[in-house]
């Protein structure tokens, strides 16, 4: 079983920056992709990032690409979001999420391990 850690959230202005973090750990060879999502209030979950932990490879929906960049680090138990320029919009509680992608780039149904979330508030 993989456990998953995030850390970073809070309040912010919009038009400010945070940086998330993720650690997993556990059976993490089970893993090769580490992702995040965040679900607003009354909302679907929505995909914002994934990365694939040995290749590096990243994959953004078309409208997180402008302002959220996703990175790790060298042994691939953590990842990070780069989230710029904020808007209110972008409140919402973000999950980590990891699992396994045969495919060069994850997708959303490659997630089945995850974090319990971090609140991130953009304050107008």
């Known amino acids: 079983q993989v456990q998953l850690e995030e850390s970073g959230g809070g309040l912010v202005q919009a038009g400010g920056s945070l940086r998330l973090s993720c650690t997993a750990s556990?059976?993490?060879?089970?893993?090769?992709?580490i992702g995040w999502f965040r679900q607003a209030l009354g909302k679907e979950r929505e995909f914002v990032a994934a990365?694939?932990?040995?290749?590096?490879?990243?994959t953004y929906p078309d409208s997180m690409k402008e302002r959220f960049i996703i990175s790790r680090d060298s042994d691939g138990n953590k990842a990070y979001l780069q989230m710029n320029t904020l808007k209110p919009e972008d409140t919402a509680i973000y999950y980590c999420?990891?699992?396994?992608?045969?495919?060069?780039?994850?997708?959303?149904?490659?997630?089945?391990?995850w974090g319990q979330g971090t609140q991130v508030t953009v304050s107008s």
């Open positions: 999420a990891a699992g396994r992608s045969s495919l060069p780039e994850a997708t959303p149904e490659d997630f089945t391990c």
């Open positions: 556990g059976r993490t060879l089970n893993i090769n992709v």
């Open positions: 990365i694939r932990r040995y290749s590096g490879i990243t």
